[in-house]
């Protein structure tokens, strides 16, 4: 099982490839939680990762690729990966296949998450954390058990400035420069499946594991 999943932000990628990863031994790569992990484990890609953080400067392809072939090249990723939200852009993509390339590797399938305009500000605006105990809720999904105040160790709850509607708008702008032209990049190469992804997680991983099934991946 090689995937990428795509999508604009909010449209519940990240859920989904949990969720594929745990029933099929795959393994999911997200490029946050890649910086975070070299940069902690202070691997040389990770402290050039830092150098380019800490100045509050976009971390370059060529660190992420650089870490994205680290992890293809790793053992316990021969089950399968996830490709969570990478690559965002068409040059990153073509880095990609590059890399795939040279380690003999074939995309099974990419799939495009779809849900509208207006259910993403909603699931976005909607979401508060925890400060202390990065535990997440959402005010109409998943509610603490007290209006603002965290379930786990009574904090009080907050929302990321960058769910915030003028930072949401944002990030949906960038997603349609940037990542969007994907979309057309692997309908050429003829993997691109579409996937409705509103409604309820459950079923939403139905439909998936059926577009899945129909291209065996798993």
């Given at each position: ?19 594929v990863a745990a029933q099929h031994g795959a393994r ?141 708008e944002t990030r949906l702008k960038v997603y349609e ?42």
């Open positions: 099982m090689r995937l990428v999943f795509l999508g604009a932000p909010g449209v519940g990628k990240g859920t989904q490839a949990d969720k999911k790569i997200s490029t946050g939680d890649l910086l975070r992990e070299a940069v902690r484990n202070r691997t040389s890609l990770g402290l050039e990762a830092k150098a380019y953080m800490d100045q509050g400067r976009l971390v370059p392809d060529s660190v992420v690729i650089g870490l994205v072939r680290e992890k293809l090249a790793d053992p316990s990723y021969a089950k399968g990966f996830i490709l969570d939200g990478f690559p965002r852009t068409v040059p990153q993509a073509e880095e990609l296949g590059k890399v795939l390339d040279e380690q003999g590797i074939r995309l099974n399938r990419v799939i495009n998450f779809q849900v509208s305009r207006a259910e993403i500000v909603k699931r976005l605006s909607g979401r508060r954390s925890c400060p202390k105990c990065q535990a997440t809720y959402h005010v109409e999904f998943a509610p603490s058990k007290e209006a603002g105040v965290c379930d786990r160790c009574k904090d009080m709850l907050v929302q990321r400035s960058d769910d915030q509607r003028e930072a949401i420069e940037q990542t969007a032209p994907l979309i057309g990049f692997y309908e050429k190469k003829n993997i691109l499946s579409h996937l409705e992804s509103e409604g309820p997680v459950e079923s939403v991983y139905q439909s998936l594991s059926k577009v899945l099934a129909a291209y065996d991946t798993a």
